[in-house]
């Protein structure tokens, strides 16, 4: 679970942009105003990150507050599963980003594992919706919503990109070091899981 501080201040955030989108009052604006410097102050008196900088990553959300929407691939080979190493950290995640205007989520899931990993892949089964917040991911400044999809293989030559170092298949009891922002050693698992039993139902939070 994220910290409370966490939560407190991205829903300060998300009260704050909403209000902003609709607010036509100019007493009711400079109160969201002021929630939203509130969000920010809080951000940085728990992080590293100068005030300046978080509220730029707050001003530039606008219209009604949503989560955001992260999509992860689970592609296996030979009881193996793919993973990209991340020029942003130096860890592992499996290939994937933010969800894109104008594509489906299935459409991400196969565009981010060619630009990632130069294979082609087909969108074959969703394995869940997950809210980010439940599980041991490095806090982050917005609300996330995971969509992992199961692809599967169907051609490519593998190779990285400017987004990744390496790229490789690695079995469920051999997994590299991880990018805890992106994935966790028990999402891996239960992709796996959706492996060795197809019939598992997708889950969600």
Not at 127 to 146: Q, S
Request: aromatic content about 12%; overall charge negative.
């Amino acid at each position: 679970m994220e910290p409370k501080w966490l939560e407190w201040a991205k829903q300060l955030q998300a009260i704050a942009q909403t209000g902003l989108a609709y607010s036509k009052d100019i007493y009711d604006i400079e109160r969201f105003e002021m929630i939203r410097q509130l969000s920010v102050e809080i951000m940085a008196e728990y992080t590293t990150v100068d005030n300046e900088k978080i509220k730029e990553l707050f001003a530039s959300e606008i219209g009604y507050a949503t989560p955001k929407v992260d999509i992860r691939a689970a592609v296996f080979k030979e009881n193996k599963i793919l993973m990209v190493k991340e020029n942003s950290d130096g860890y592992w995640s499996l290939p994937g980003g933010w969800a894109d205007i104008g594509l489906s989520p299935s459409e991400v899931a196969v565009k981010e594992v060619k630009e990632e990993t130069g294979l082609d892949v087909k969108a074959i089964k969703l394995l869940g919706v997950l809210d980010k917040k439940f599980y041991p991911h490095l806090p982050a400044y917005y609300h996330l919503y995971k969509i992992f999809i199961q692809c599967e293989l169907i051609g490519g030559d593998m190779k990285t990109s400017i987004e990744t170092s390496d790229v490789g298949f690695f079995g469920e009891d051999e997994l590299p070091p991880l990018s805890m922002s992106r994935v966790t050693e028990p999402q891996i698992k239960w992709a796996f899981k959706h492996l060795y039993f197809p019939h598992t139902s997708a889950y969600v939070d």
